[in-house]
């Protein structure tokens, strides 16, 4: 071996040595003490995790204080223990602290301090026993929870509770704790807490107290007494007790003939609210509830809580009915308002009026020869239930009048004419009706005053319109044998019809205003059209309610006269009368312009050898064509376009020259055109 290598090998020999004994020489670090369990007995017994440096030389030594400062109980412990029995030590009267040192070739510091877990209680001979304890470990702040168990009797401890390390006192309400033979009777409870952690837990020491229930259950707090207006029931509703799981029941009273009287026991935990079918009907009801526990102490009376009454007067032929009702008492807040319900007619109740908080009458509009039936609903300022009154009915006597004016039709006779149509209850007696016009939308004025006919429908025609631009709305008013209006009908239109023509396109358009007010809606618009030389309408088209308009290509009608007359029928849907019926507009015409179109050349024995116009949307019977020579003979008449000049004259052809037409022709609406020019013959040899 040379020299190179022997330097070599003694220099990881050296190196090698340094680091072990580096290792050896390195500072311990002491155990981590996890719990510190108190026995039954008061003994108690650590926990905690190994130190991540132990050497297999290393050891672990115990400290303990017991309040006088700490002193080694254990010396030499094996370093693979993780557990250790005190059991020399009652923990049962202190709190005692540990930690743990770590020894070898040096001594690790002193590590946590985890304490015992003590636990105080306070009072004895109480309802409520108060818990305090102390904090395990004083170095580092607290995870997880800690748990209480509580034993009664020397029975077996149940955990009753898990509250956050944050707080570490409690507090336990024992419900329930009593005797019902001996109400004085102690009982003897135990308790006691664990700190939880993922690695462990730890007890305290047992404590023990006298103690027994004589708490009640708190005072039941109403929230609403009312009347059930479709039963006439008195109900009483309150909001559950909360944090007495001991209740037992709740007693309802009721003030009867100036004395209290338990009506009725409702169940804790069934039910929060109470129906008196035993109540006067025709009386409020003052109600009272109290509490009571499984130990037969109650709650304590609450305040009294009265339910509203109302009641109703009538007198024939009058236009209201008065309602009365009393205030409610009970609520705290105070009323917000009064809500009136209505059903009438066994129509149901509706909403129809909200009155201030302190009002207590209402005089209502009535129909005549009905049956109303009314309660008023007191509301909160709080969140409670509205309270409600008796339901009160009367019926409402006076002279048969009309139950319906309903405007059935409003249609167009002509521009100048257009017919209303009423539909009459036939049963009223002495019924008037007022016809009112608008046009326009300007203000409705008074058009007229008729009688009841002995006819369902009762039919008027305004004579004072121009149907074929205005739109004008009309209604009616009923009124009975007393003079007193009964409300309005429903609002008819006339429809408007407008007809525009294009000649571009060859389209007629349609537009018209919609109908009005029918009960039964447009079901559905029917376009009917007559052709110029047509005498009646027929049924074209058919669109939908939402549709105002409509266009027709007349291209397929080039070779008529060229005239076009539409009008518009509304058709009412069902209604509550089985009235339908139609409404009409006026007629609108467009007259599409004539076309006409007319060769300027003719080839005699050539291919357009005849000289004869093509036209559409003419009047075909006014037609005439005249040709000219130009010395200004009339050479050629026609009165049929389908007759065209073949260029001849007198049998024999004319020569190539210009000659001179004139055609004459009316539109559709008569109006009449004259078309001239010249025509050029061309001859070939």
Not at 552 to 566: K, P, Q, S, T
Not at 598 to 609: C, E, R
Request: charge should be negative; charged fraction near 20%.
């Amino acid at each position: 071996m040379n020299k190179k290598n022997i330097i070599s090998r003694l220099w990881l020999s050296i190196a090698g040595l340094i680091a072990i004994t580096g290792i050896l020489s390195a500072q311990p670090e002491a155990p981590y003490l996890l719990c510190a369990d108190v026995q039954a007995d008061g003994t108690v017994v650590l926990t905690w995790d190994i130190p991540s440096n132990v050497q297999p030389t290393h050891f672990y030594r115990i400290y303990r204080d017991n309040g006088a400062g700490f002193v080694e109980i254990v010396n030499n412990l094996p370093n693979t223990n993780t557990t250790y029995s005190d059991q020399t030590i009652n923990a049962q009267t202190t709190s005692v602290k540990y930690r743990m040192q770590t020894h070898g070739a040096e001594s690790s510091t002193p590590g946590n301090t985890v304490s015992t877990l003590f636990l105080n209680i306070l009072p004895s001979g109480s309802s409520i026993a108060h818990l305090s304890w102390n904090s395990p470990y004083s170095e580092t702040p607290l995870t997880g929870l800690y748990n209480i168990y509580r034993s009664v009797e020397g029975g077996m401890y149940n955990q009753i509770a898990s509250i956050s390390t944050q707080s570490a006192t409690y507090v336990d309400t024992l419900f329930g704790l009593c005797d019902l033979v001996d109400l004085n009777k102690q009982f003897i409870v135990n308790y006691k807490v664990s700190y939880e952690r993922a690695e462990c837990e730890m007890f305290s020491q047992p404590v023990e107290g006298e103690f027994r229930d004589n708490l009640g259950p708190g005072l039941v707090e109403v929230e609403t007494a009312t009347i059930n207006p479709l039963t006439g029931f008195p109900e009483l509703y309150w909001y559950p007790i909360t944090g007495a799981p001991d209740l037992k029941d709740y007693a309802i009273r009721a003030i009867i003939d100036g004395s209290e009287s338990t009506v009725g026991i409702v169940p804790a935990f069934e039910n929060t609210s109470f129906v008196f079918i035993d109540a006067d009907l025709d009386e409020a009801t003052t109600f009272q509830i109290i509490a009571h526990d499984s130990c037969d102490v109650e709650s304590g009376y609450e305040n009294q809580y009265t339910t509203i009454r109302a009641s109703s007067s009538y007198t024939d032929c009058s236009q209201t009915l008065n309602l009365k009702w009393t205030l409610y008492t009970g609520w705290q807040e105070g009323i917000a308002l009064h809500n009136i319900y209505v059903n009438q007619d066994n129509g149901g109740f509706q909403l129809v009026e909200s009155l201030a908080a302190n009002a207590v009458s209402y005089d209502m509009p009535i129909d005549p020869n009905s049956e109303y039936c009314m309660y008023v609903e007191a509301v909160s300022n709080g969140s409670q239930r509205p309270s409600t009154t008796n339901a009160t009915c009367v019926q409402t006597n006076y002279p048969e009048v009309a139950a319906f004016n309903y405007l059935n039709r409003v249609t167009t006779i002509d521009n100048k004419r257009i017919q209303i149509d009423l539909l009459q209850d036939l049963d009223a007696n002495g019924t008037r009706y007022e016809l009112f016009k608008s046009k326009n939308n300007e203000p409705f004025q008074s058009f007229g005053v008729y009688e009841k006919t002995e006819s369902s429908i009762l039919t008027v025609v305004d004579t004072d319109v121009d149907a074929d631009f205005a739109v004008y709305q009309y209604k009616w008013k009923a009124f009975d044998g007393c003079g007193l209006e009964l409300g309005e009908s429903n609002v008819g239109k006339n429809i408007v019809l407008n007809v525009l023509t294009s000649s571009s396109n060859l389209v007629n358009s349609l537009t018209w205003t919609n109908y009005g007010d029918w009960d039964g809606g447009v079901e559905e618009y029917r376009v009917l059209r007559k052709l110029g030389s047509e005498t009646d309408f027929s049924l074209f088209a058919t669109v939908n309610s939402h549709s105002l308009q409509f266009e027709e290509d007349v291209e397929a009608y080039i070779l008529e006269e060229g005239e076009f007359c539409y009008k518009i029928v509304g058709v009412e849907g069902s209604n509550q009368y089985d009235s339908q019926t139609v409404s009409e507009s006026n007629i609108g015409c467009a007259t599409q312009e004539p076309l006409m179109w007319i060769p300027n050349t003719i080839v005699l024995n050539g291919k357009n050898n005849v000289f004869a116009p093509v036209a559409g949307f003419i009047d075909f019977q006014s037609y005439e064509m005249e040709v000219y020579n130009k010395w200004g003979e009339r050479i050629f008449v026609s009165h049929d376009i389908q007759d065209g000049w073949d260029g001849t004259y007198r049998g024999n052809f004319v020569p190539q020259d210009y000659y001179r037409y004139i055609i004459i022709y009316r539109d559709g609406s008569g109006k009449s055109y004259l078309k001239q020019g010249a025509i050029y013959v061309v001859t070939t040899s």
